[in-house]
């Protein structure tokens, strides 16, 4: 009897709350396997091991605030934002003595595989679903995207480096796309929004960041450091750069304005007036994202970027908004491309090689395959039964006695990996069965979903 | 010299009565006269009284006047010639004994006179046909005459001075004792006396290889026909003595030194061209023997190549007659003369009998011989040996030849040592294990017919890591015991001899993929040998010496050897493969094995990996535990062995820290088995892992546990699979019972549980402990009582708010699920959560607890079931169950109230064996719950009157008109089912009138009551209180 209850393939288990994010990465020369990161609602901060299984890390954040978004940043490097208020950047070091340590909870003893070190950490506006974005611009050295600090609406740009708390700077403040969308769309269909409401995603593809909004509207820009500009103006040998000096003298006097300004280089009204809930790297082209809303879209956004380098406003190409911090270009278009997926309400997505992980509301995590077929169904329900432990609860709540049955645990955040095939390098001090488990994972897909109970599953696709 | 004189004073009148009959003439003298006899008997007898060995010459010479002219006469009776005999002997011990007393005149002209008097004829003809006593004397005078011979100076030259006159005699006195110790019937003092007297000729007599070459031949098939004898007909001493001759005469005729013979490879087969004769198979092949100075010696001599052609041939022949036979007798002396002739042989004569070195070669490795050892250039042969044996190993197996077995590995261990060779390995490993799967094929058969004892989950769970057989090592049904382990021993030093992980690898892979189309059975085999030479390859490292453990016992033993993971992989295939084949199929003799030998390499390979298996165990952990709760005895008992060994190595002993540390790892293949419908197994091991590693386990996997309700949702039309997860529930509850309720609880629990099954309290103790356990928990229930009254003055509220509940609840079934933010839900659950924690008593923590109100939700649900099995399981879930739920009393209101209707239903049932614990899960609720039931209780009565099966059984008239009348039968006889099933209904009802006492009306006790004394002694229940003491009085007066 082949069962509509079905358990995953794996179920990782550790996590006592919701699980708020996951992770996967697949740095075998830093980890030596493929791990996974993952954070719950009470700030636990866990490194698996995803082919053994086990917990190797984890890092409870003081307060036990929730985690709401983790990245991995490369050479060991974590970032995890948190309820508290606070992006932390770790630095875990593999630790020999493999220290246990005891979590809080039950008395459990965890082995630490690492040791961690916090090289950096930053206030953060949190009153709202929004991740961050992290980019590596120098050695130690990273710009931050985040939600303002006092509207979630807004957006802050900053620099820092690792390691020096005092080299935090804050490059941009407060910057509101609407009026430059709005100036922009003027003339199209879906002009009327008033705002583009807060925050909801920030997702890096190299130098461009992409920010999904509660309005459905995907804006995606990058950064114009102020030295070019002002290369641009004492320097006046190119033809081009003086345009730009035309430019200046035509709309203000005052060259200042131009240090740290954004680009706005691409937008999406694709799920316009959803709210976007999720961004994902496309696994098949690495310059395009995939985003996913209350509706059954799944945009398609590819930033078309005609310079390289930098690419100055003119006359007439270029809108600049009042805080002199965002550009346009004028001709730029609203895109609208997508695909249909037989599922709505996608909290999560993740893109892979052979498909896409899409996280529903629901409780129900959907693989499909590129031709948006369904895969696989993930989801954990529970008994027809539920019951209550306590008779005196109903006396004192009446509106609480009233149980709710949902079926589904929510899923919180999914993940992927693609399977690399059977051409898998060999590590060196791996043992043959470890090696053999790595090649049977590695070789295929997986989908990984974190779950309101705590659980983390592994399928394979 | 005293007694000497007196000895003459004694035998001198007993001489001459005998001289008066020796020297009568010829033709008066009667040969055969019991006179003559008599005369030599008194000397005789008189003679072997005497135990010195130091009489004067003069004695003998005096003694032997008459016997002297006694052989003059022409002949003599053969009592008579024997009592001659006996008396010469008797000279010889007494006074020719010593060196320089017999002088060799004398001896020369005594040996043909004794051989001519044994045996006149050359033939022995004669001889044979005599007395096994004249035979016994006739060896026994040569015996001592070859004693007495050779302590004399010229014992050397005695045969060959002199022109070689005494020759013939010797020849003919060889015959004689080669024709005695072959004598029909045997003897075996006889025998033995032969060969002593031998021993001594070829030893100090005549210890010269040419002329021992000329009796050689006779010798040797003397020799071969007693040895070739049936064991029972000869005993072993002679069979070692006549060894130990054997080789005296090899070694002494076939001196490689004596013979001056070297090796060579040239030029002898022209001088020898008959070389090309038929027995070339059997003799030298000459070309390799060049017999120096053949050429140059005078022609006299006898010993020439053609002679060592011949006789060489002849010993093999003799060899091949009788080596195997007296190997097979394992007797201990005979082995050591067979070890010494081979040794013997080997060093002194591998020349000139090379023709039979490998047969002497075999005799040293049948017997395991460390005079292998010592032995040079023996290579080759021991090669070729080996290689023969095994390739012959089947008959080995079908013969159940263990010695074969036995010797052969260790044969392999000594070539070895003097010269590895890889090829031999692979010959080695190939050949037992194609002829292992020829002979497991032959066998099978049988095997596949008999029956696999398979158990229930019920006992498996109760002997699960009790049994301890010892009887573990085996593996191979087909073949006996001591062969499997003969055969193991084989392999293990075949695997010992590998002292490279690399060779280690090759041999192992190339065992294991072999044949990838082979059957199962062959599979196995490559795994069990695999196994076995792993395990043989380490075992060195930990036995070598010293020196070669600090040289590799560093380095080495930190490199798993690939071939570990090669039998994990291919052993967790091949269990997979059977897993895939016995699905849904009553275990088979085969499959049986094949989980045996897996489980053995597991452990094997675990010992060999020791602290690094620990990662493995994600891959393995589960196909030992499922074998833990197999249904078949020997799997588990193997399985137990298996964990027991790794938990020892990785847990210290702890086989449920093995457990606890994989828990992870055996919830997801058991979730694997439920999602694939392979739910009887997996509630199986469920169990087990519950029972091996307490309650502990289930926090960890409390949504397996989900997924098992869930699936108790879908599929509750089975009733096999809601027995199979009540039954897990009942272990659950064991468990968590264990876990949560202190020793008293513990103590208290299980005193309830005794009340219900013998119907009433005091009935049924059995011991002293059990009535001061009672008496104690009469004092505690007053002091709770007290305490409840306390607590349940909010009872009324909580009455009222039940129904409210129970409404919600029907309410909130019908709902859909509801969307909402699940950051608002968390918090607002929160806050609710801190409410509650505050209320909360119970010591069994709330998320366990909420798996009990499932678990009684589900019971509640499939008590509907029909299946009769599960209600009972069901019902005895709950009643185990409810002293848990009571620790806190406000939550085990409601689902009692839920649950009451169900059972109140099932005792109305017409099956008595489910009244029986329907009636008890009552009486559980009553003693938990008290008055909170009480309305239910009265109502129940009502209801049980009306259609209650088991009340028809007491015939209860229901005539309420008449009350006074109404007729009290006793009815005495109740099928036992009955009976039980009404002491459980008085019981409850008991329990009921304890808490409903004053709302019954006395009509309604009386009833109950006529009820309870169907069953119960009238004392006891009247003693429960003073008012039904009352009513029983009342009924029987």
């Given at each position: 009897?082949a069962?509509?209850?079905?358990?995953?393939?794996y179920?990782?288990?550790?996590?006592?709350?919701?699980?708020?994010?996951?992770?996967?990465?697949?740095?075998?020369?830093?980890f030596?396997?493929?791990?996974?990161i993952?954070?719950?609602g009470?700030g636990?901060l866990?490194?698996?091991?995803?082919?053994?299984?086990?917990v190797?890390?984890?890092?409870?954040?003081?307060?036990?605030?929730?985690?709401?978004?983790?990245?991995?940043?490369?050479?060991?490097?974590?970032?995890?934002l948190?309820k508290?208020?606070k992006l932390?950047?770790?630095?875990?070091?593999l630790?020999e003595?493999?220290?246990?340590?005891?979590?809080?909870e039950?008395?459990?003893i965890?082995?630490?595989?690492?040791k961690?070190?916090?090289?950096f950490?930053?206030p953060?506006?949190?009153?709202?679903?929004?991740?961050?974005?992290l980019?590596?611009?120098?050695?130690?050295?990273?710009r931050?995207?985040?939600?303002?600090?006092?509207?979630?609406?807004?957006?802050?740009?900053?620099?820092f480096k690792l390691?020096?708390?005092?080299s935090?700077?804050?490059?941009?403040?407060?910057?509101?796309?609407?009026k430059?969308v709005?100036?922009l769309?003027r003339?199209?269909?879906?002009?009327?929004?008033?705002?583009?409401?807060?925050?909801?995603?920030?997702?890096?593809v190299?130098?461009?960041?992409?920010?999904?909004f509660e309005s459905?509207?995907?804006?995606?820009?990058?950064?114009?450091?102020?030295?070019e500009?002002?290369?641009?103006k004492?320097n006046?040998t190119?033809?081009?750069?003086?345009k730009l000096?035309?430019?200046?003298?035509?709309?203000?006097t005052?060259i200042?304005i131009?240090?740290n300004?954004?680009?706005?280089v691409?937008?999406?009204?694709?799920?316009?007036?959803?709210?976007i809930?999720?961004?994902?790297?496309s696994?098949k082209?690495e310059?395009?994202v995939l985003s996913?809303?209350?509706?059954?879209?799944?945009?398609?956004?590819?930033?078309q970027i005609?310079?390289?380098?930098?690419?100055?406003?003119d006359?007439e190409?270029?809108?600049?908004?009042?805080?002199?911090?965002?550009?346009?270009?004028?001709?730029?278009?609203?895109?609208?491309?997508?695909v249909?997926v037989p599922?709505t309400?996608?909290g999560?997505?993740?893109?892979?090689?052979c498909?896409?992980?899409l996280g529903g509301?629901?409780?129900?995590?959907?693989?499909v395959d590129?031709n948006n077929?369904?895969?696989k169904?993930?989801?954990?329900?529970k008994?027809?039964?539920?019951?209550?432990?306590?008779?005196?609860?109903?006396?004192?709540?009446?509106?609480?006695?009233?149980?709710?049955?949902?079926?589904?645990?929510?899923?919180?955040?999914?993940?992927?990996?693609?399977?690399?095939?059977t051409?898998?390098?060999?590590?060196?001090?791996?043992?043959?069965?470890?090696?053999?488990?790595?090649?049977?994972?590695?070789?295929?897909?997986?989908c990984i979903?974190?779950?309101d109970?705590g659980c983390?599953?592994l399928?394979?696709i | 010299m005293?007694a000497d004189?007196?000895?003459?004073?004694?035998?001198?009148p007993?001489c001459?009565?005998?001289s008066?009959?020796?020297?009568?003439?010829?033709?008066i003298?009667?040969?055969?006269?019991?006179?003559?006899?008599d005369?030599?008997?008194?000397?005789?007898q008189?003679?072997?009284g005497?135990?010195?060995?130091?009489?004067?010459l003069?004695?003998?010479?005096y003694v032997?006047?008459?016997?002297?002219?006694?052989?003059k006469?022409?002949r003599l009776g053969?009592?008579?010639?024997?009592?001659?005999?006996q008396i010469?002997g008797?000279?010889?011990?007494?006074c020719?004994?010593?060196s320089?007393?017999?002088?060799?005149?004398?001896?020369t002209?005594?040996?043909?006179?004794l051989?001519?008097?044994?045996?006149?004829?050359k033939?022995n003809e004669?001889?044979?046909?005599?007395?096994?006593?004249?035979?016994?004397?006739?060896?026994?005078?040569?015996?001592?005459?070859?004693?007495?011979?050779?302590?004399?100076?010229?014992?050397?030259?005695f045969?060959?001075s002199?022109?070689?006159?005494l020759?013939p005699?010797?020849?003919h006195?060889?015959?004689?004792?080669?024709d005695l110790?072959?004598?029909?019937?045997?003897d075996?003092?006889?025998?033995?006396?032969?060969?002593?007297?031998?021993?001594?000729?070829?030893?100090?007599?005549a210890?010269?290889?040419?002329l021992?070459?000329?009796?050689?031949?006779?010798?040797?098939s003397?020799f071969a026909?007693?040895?070739?004898l049936?064991?029972?007909?000869?005993?072993y001493?002679?069979?070692?003595?006549?060894?130990?001759?054997?080789?005296l005469?090899?070694?002494?005729v076939?001196d490689?030194?004596d013979?001056?013979?070297s090796?060579?490879?040239?030029?002898?087969?022209q001088?020898?061209p008959e070389?090309?004769?038929?027995?070339?198979?059997?003799?030298?092949?000459?070309?390799?023997?060049?017999?120096?100075?053949?050429l140059?010696?005078?022609?006299?001599?006898?010993?020439?190549?053609?002679?060592?052609k011949?006789?060489?041939?002849q010993?093999?022949?003799?060899?091949?007659?009788f080596?195997?036979?007296n190997?097979?007798?394992q007797?201990?002396?005979?082995?050591?003369?067979?070890?010494?002739?081979?040794y013997?042989?080997?060093?002194?004569?591998?020349i000139?009998l090379?023709?039979?070195s490998?047969?002497?070669?075999?005799?040293?490795?049948?017997?395991?011989?460390?005079?292998?050892?010592?032995?040079?250039?023996?290579c080759?042969s021991?090669?070729?040996i080996?290689?023969?044996?095994?390739?012959?190993i089947?008959?080995?197996?079908?013969?159940?030849d263990?010695?074969?077995?036995?010797?052969l590995?260790?044969?392999?261990?000594?070539?070895?040592?003097?010269e590895p060779?890889?090829?031999?390995?692979?010959?080695a490993?190939?050949?037992i294990?194609?002829?292992?799967?020829?002979f497991?094929?032959?066998?099978?058969?049988?095997?596949?017919?008999?029956k696999?004892?398979?158990?229930t989950?019920?006992?498996?769970?109760?002997?699960?890591?009790?049994?301890?057989d010892?009887?573990?090592?085996?593996?191979?049904?087909y073949?006996?015991?001591d062969?499997?382990?003969?055969?193991?021993?084989?392999?293990?030093?075949?695997?010992?001899?590998?002292?490279n992980?690399?060779?280690?690898?090759?041999?192992?892979n190339s065992?294991l993929?072999?044949?990838?189309?082979?059957?199962?059975?062959?599979?196995?085999?490559?795994?069990?040998v695999?196994?076995?030479?792993?395990?043989?390859s380490?075992l060195?490292t930990?036995?070598?010496?010293?020196?070669?453990?600090?040289?590799?016992?560093?380095?080495?033993?930190?490199v798993?050897?690939d071939?570990?993971y090669?039998?994990?992989?291919?052993?967790?295939?091949?269990?997979?493969e059977?897993?895939?084949?016995?699905e849904?199929s009553?275990?088979?003799?085969?499959s049986?094995q094949?989980?045996?030998?897996?489980?053995d390499?597991?452990?094997?390979?675990?010992?060999?990996?020791?602290?690094?298996?620990?990662?493995?165990l994600?891959?393995?952990?589960?196909?030992?535990?499922?074998?833990?709760?197999?249904?078949?005895?020997i799997?588990?008992?193997?399985?137990?062995?298996?964990?027991?060994?790794?938990?020892?190595?990785?847990y210290?002993?702890s086989?449920?820290?093995?457990?606890m540390?994989?828990?992870?790892?055996?919830?997801?293949?058991?979730?694997?088995?439920?999602?694939s419908?392979?739910?009887?197994r997996?509630?199986?091991?469920?169990?087990?892992i519950?029972?091996?590693?307490g309650?502990?386990?289930?926090?960890?996997?409390?949504?397996?546990?989900?997924?098992?309700?869930?699936l108790?949702?879908y599929?509750?039309g089975?009733?096999?699979?809601?027995?199979?997860?009540?039954?897990?529930f009942e272990?659950?509850?064991?468990?968590?019972?264990?876990?949560?309720?202190?020793?008293?609880?513990?103590?208290k629990i299980?005193?309830?549980?005794?009340?219900?099954?013998?119907?009433f309290?005091?009935?049924?103790?059995?011991?002293?402990?059990?009535?001061v356990?009672?008496?104690?928990?009469?004092?505690?229930?007053d002091?709770k009582?007290?305490?409840?009254?306390?607590?349940?003055?909010?009872?009324?509220?909580?009455?009222?708010?039940?129904?409210?509940q129970?409404?919600?609840e029907?309410?909130s079934?019908?709902?859909?699920?509801?969307?909402?933010?699940?950051?608002?839900?968390?918090?607002?659950?929160?806050?609710?959560?801190?409410?509650?924690?505050?209320?909360?008593?119970?010591p069994?923590?709330?998320?366990?607890?909420?798996?009990l109100l499932?678990?009684?939700?589900?019971?509640?649900?499939?008590?509907?079931?029909?299946?009769?099995p599960?209600?009972?399981?069901?019902?005895?879930?709950v009643k185990?169950?409810?002293?848990?739920?009571?620790?806190?009393?406000?939550?085990?209101?409601?689902?009692?109230a839920?649950i009451w209707?169900s059972?109140?239903?099932?005792?109305?049932?017409s099956?008595?064996?489910i009244v029986?614990?329907?009636?008890?899960?009552?009486?559980?609720?009553?003693?938990?719950s008290?008055?909170?039931?009480?309305?239910?209780f009265?109502?129940?009565?009502?209801?049980l009157?009306?259609?209650?099966?088991?009340?028809?059984?007491?015939?209860l008239?229901?005539t309420?008109?008449?009350?006074?009348?109404?007729?009290?039968?006793?009815?005495?006889k109740?099928?036992?089912?009955?009976?039980?099933?009404?002491?459980?209904?008085?019981?409850?009802?008991?329990?009921?009138?304890?808490v409903?006492?004053?709302?019954l009306?006395e009509?309604?006790?009386?009833?109950?009551m006529?009820?309870?004394?169907q069953?119960?002694p009238?004392?006891t229940i009247?003693?429960?209180?003073?008012?039904?003491?009352?009513?029983?009085w009342?009924?029987?007066?």
């Amino acid at each position: 009897m082949a069962t509509k209850v079905t358990l995953s393939e794996y179920t990782l288990r550790f996590h006592k709350d919701a699980v708020t994010d996951v992770k996967t990465v697949v740095d075998l020369t830093n980890f030596k396997v493929p791990v996974l990161i993952s954070g719950d609602g009470s700030g636990k901060l866990v490194i698996w091991n995803v082919i053994t299984r086990r917990v190797q890390f984890v890092y409870e954040i003081p307060k036990s605030p929730q985690i709401l978004a983790i990245e991995y940043l490369g050479d060991l490097l974590v970032a995890v934002l948190s309820k508290d208020h606070k992006l932390r950047i770790l630095q875990l070091q593999l630790d020999e003595s493999k220290t246990l340590v005891k979590t809080n909870e039950q008395s459990q003893i965890q082995q630490q595989l690492y040791k961690y070190n916090i090289v950096f950490e930053v206030p953060v506006n949190t009153l709202n679903f929004a991740n961050f974005s992290l980019e590596k611009i120098a050695p130690e050295e990273y710009r931050l995207v985040c939600c303002n600090t006092q509207n979630a609406e807004s957006i802050d740009i900053y620099a820092f480096k690792l390691n020096r708390l005092n080299s935090l700077k804050r490059l941009n403040k407060g910057i509101n796309f609407y009026k430059t969308v709005i100036d922009l769309l003027r003339n199209t269909e879906i002009s009327k929004f008033d705002k583009l409401g807060i925050v909801m995603k920030f997702l890096r593809v190299n130098d461009l960041v992409y920010c999904g909004f509660e309005s459905g509207i995907i804006i995606c820009f990058r950064y114009k450091l102020r030295q070019e500009v002002m290369t641009t103006k004492y320097n006046e040998t190119s033809s081009k750069q003086s345009k730009l000096q035309e430019l200046i003298k035509s709309e203000d006097t005052d060259i200042s304005i131009y240090e740290n300004m954004l680009e706005i280089v691409y937008i999406s009204t694709v799920h316009y007036p959803n709210p976007i809930l999720d961004l994902s790297i496309s696994a098949k082209d690495e310059e395009t994202v995939l985003s996913s809303s209350t509706d059954s879209k799944i945009g398609i956004h590819k930033a078309q970027i005609t310079n390289g380098n930098v690419s100055l406003p003119d006359n007439e190409g270029y809108i600049i908004d009042d805080s002199k911090q965002v550009i346009v270009r004028k001709t730029l278009g609203a895109d609208t491309s997508f695909v249909e997926v037989p599922v709505t309400e996608i909290g999560s997505i993740k893109s892979l090689k052979c498909g896409m992980v899409l996280g529903g509301w629901n409780g129900k995590a959907i693989v499909v395959d590129n031709n948006n077929e369904i895969l696989k169904i993930v989801g954990r329900t529970k008994s027809n039964i539920l019951v209550n432990e306590s008779a005196i609860r109903s006396i004192q709540n009446d509106s609480d006695s009233i149980i709710k049955m949902k079926k589904n645990y929510k899923i919180k955040a999914v993940d992927g990996i693609d399977g690399v095939g059977t051409d898998i390098s060999q590590l060196s001090n791996i043992s043959r069965g470890d090696q053999r488990r790595l090649d049977k994972f590695l070789s295929s897909s997986w989908c990984i979903v974190g779950f309101d109970d705590g659980c983390i599953t592994l399928d394979s696709i | 010299m005293v007694a000497d004189s007196e000895a003459f004073q004694e035998i001198r009148p007993l001489c001459v009565e005998l001289s008066k009959l020796a020297f009568q003439e010829r033709n008066i003298f009667d040969s055969e006269s019991s006179q003559l006899k008599d005369a030599l008997k008194s000397i005789e007898q008189k003679l072997s009284g005497f135990q010195t060995d130091s009489l004067s010459l003069n004695f003998a010479d005096y003694v032997f006047v008459p016997i002297g002219s006694l052989l003059k006469q022409e002949r003599l009776g053969t009592p008579q010639t024997e009592l001659v005999l006996q008396i010469i002997g008797h000279l010889l011990r007494l006074c020719w004994h010593h060196s320089g007393t017999l002088n060799q005149e004398l001896a020369t002209q005594l040996f043909p006179l004794l051989t001519y008097l044994i045996s006149p004829d050359k033939d022995n003809e004669k001889l044979k046909g005599m007395s096994v006593y004249y035979k016994l004397v006739s060896a026994q005078l040569l015996k001592q005459f070859f004693t007495s011979v050779s302590q004399q100076s010229y014992k050397q030259e005695f045969f060959t001075s002199g022109g070689a006159k005494l020759l013939p005699s010797l020849g003919h006195c060889i015959t004689i004792l080669l024709d005695l110790l072959g004598s029909v019937p045997y003897d075996i003092k006889l025998q033995l006396c032969t060969l002593e007297g031998l021993e001594i000729l070829y030893k100090k007599l005549a210890s010269n290889g040419e002329l021992l070459s000329f009796v050689l031949p006779g010798n040797i098939s003397a020799f071969a026909k007693i040895l070739s004898l049936p064991g029972l007909n000869i005993q072993y001493k002679v069979v070692s003595s006549t060894l130990h001759i054997f080789t005296l005469l090899l070694r002494t005729v076939y001196d490689d030194v004596d013979l001056n013979v070297s090796e060579s490879n040239k030029n002898v087969l022209q001088l020898l061209p008959e070389t090309l004769d038929d027995d070339l198979k059997l003799s030298n092949d000459l070309r390799l023997i060049k017999m120096d100075g053949y050429l140059s010696e005078s022609s006299k001599k006898h010993r020439d190549i053609a002679w060592l052609k011949a006789t060489s041939a002849q010993i093999k022949r003799a060899l091949n007659s009788f080596t195997e036979k007296n190997i097979k007798r394992q007797n201990a002396s005979i082995n050591m003369e067979l070890e010494k002739m081979a040794y013997i042989a080997l060093s002194n004569c591998s020349i000139s009998l090379s023709n039979c070195s490998d047969d002497f070669l075999n005799i040293l490795v049948s017997l395991k011989s460390s005079y292998l050892l010592q032995l040079p250039n023996i290579c080759g042969s021991l090669r070729e040996i080996i290689e023969s044996k095994f390739v012959k190993i089947g008959n080995a197996l079908h013969f159940d030849d263990t010695i074969d077995l036995d010797s052969l590995s260790f044969a392999f261990k000594i070539l070895w040592q003097m010269e590895p060779d890889k090829s031999m390995l692979s010959l080695a490993t190939t050949s037992i294990l194609d002829s292992l799967s020829t002979f497991s094929e032959q066998s099978i058969q049988k095997y596949e017919k008999s029956k696999v004892i398979e158990q229930t989950s019920n006992v498996i769970i109760k002997t699960v890591l009790q049994e301890s057989d010892a009887n573990q090592e085996f593996l191979l049904p087909y073949l006996p015991n001591d062969t499997e382990s003969s055969l193991s021993q084989l392999i293990k030093s075949i695997g010992s001899t590998i002292d490279n992980n690399e060779i280690l690898d090759e041999t192992i892979n190339s065992l294991l993929t072999g044949d990838l189309k082979s059957n199962i059975q062959q599979k196995l085999l490559s795994l069990w040998v695999s196994t076995r030479i792993l395990v043989g390859s380490k075992l060195l490292t930990v036995t070598s010496t010293d020196d070669e453990l600090l040289d590799f016992g560093n380095c080495e033993s930190e490199v798993v050897p690939d071939s570990c993971y090669s039998i994990l992989e291919y052993g967790n295939e091949l269990y997979q493969e059977i897993v895939f084949l016995t699905e849904g199929s009553q275990m088979s003799k085969n499959s049986e094995q094949a989980y045996a030998i897996v489980l053995d390499s597991i452990m094997q390979v675990s010992e060999v990996m020791n602290k690094e298996f620990e990662s493995e165990l994600i891959d393995y952990i589960y196909i030992i535990v499922d074998s833990l709760a197999s249904s078949s005895p020997i799997i588990r008992n193997r399985a137990q062995v298996c964990a027991m060994s790794i938990a020892k190595n990785l847990y210290s002993g702890s086989i449920q820290n093995l457990l606890m540390n994989n828990v992870d790892y055996l919830v997801e293949s058991i979730s694997n088995r439920l999602n694939s419908g392979m739910t009887e197994r997996a509630s199986k091991v469920l169990m087990v892992i519950c029972k091996l590693s307490g309650y502990e386990v289930i926090d960890k996997f409390k949504d397996v546990i989900e997924t098992v309700f869930r699936l108790l949702d879908y599929y509750h039309g089975y009733s096999e699979l809601c027995l199979q997860f009540f039954q897990f529930f009942e272990i659950i509850i064991i468990e968590m019972k264990k876990t949560f309720l202190n020793e008293s609880d513990n103590s208290k629990i299980h005193e309830d549980v005794s009340i219900n099954t013998c119907g009433f309290a005091p009935w049924g103790i059995q011991n002293w402990t059990q009535l001061v356990s009672l008496l104690d928990s009469h004092t505690m229930k007053d002091a709770k009582l007290a305490e409840t009254i306390e607590v349940e003055i909010g009872e009324p509220n909580n009455f009222q708010d039940y129904f409210d509940q129970k409404l919600k609840e029907i309410d909130s079934d019908d709902e859909e699920e509801i969307e909402e933010d699940s950051d608002f839900d968390m918090e607002s659950q929160f806050g609710g959560k801190e409410q509650m924690e505050n209320k909360w008593e119970s010591p069994i923590p709330k998320e366990s607890y909420r798996i009990l109100l499932k678990i009684i939700n589900y019971s509640d649900r499939l008590l509907m079931h029909p299946s009769k099995p599960l209600k009972v399981q069901i019902l005895k879930v709950v009643k185990m169950m409810l002293p848990l739920l009571a620790t806190q009393k406000d939550s085990l209101l409601p689902p009692i109230a839920q649950i009451w209707g169900s059972i109140a239903e099932c005792i109305m049932d017409s099956d008595f064996s489910i009244v029986k614990p329907a009636c008890e899960c009552v009486q559980m609720i009553i003693k938990h719950s008290k008055d909170f039931v009480t309305k239910r209780f009265v109502d129940m009565w009502q209801e049980l009157q009306k259609r209650s099966h088991i009340l028809k059984e007491v015939h209860l008239n229901n005539t309420n008109t008449s009350q006074t009348s109404v007729d009290l039968i006793f009815h005495q006889k109740f099928a036992p089912i009955t009976k039980d099933a009404l002491i459980s209904l008085s019981s409850m009802l008991l329990e009921g009138i304890a808490v409903s006492e004053l709302l019954l009306s006395e009509t309604v006790v009386k009833e109950m009551m006529y009820c309870c004394i169907q069953v119960l002694p009238t004392d006891t229940i009247a003693s429960k209180s003073i008012y039904l003491g009352d009513v029983i009085w009342d009924i029987m007066h």
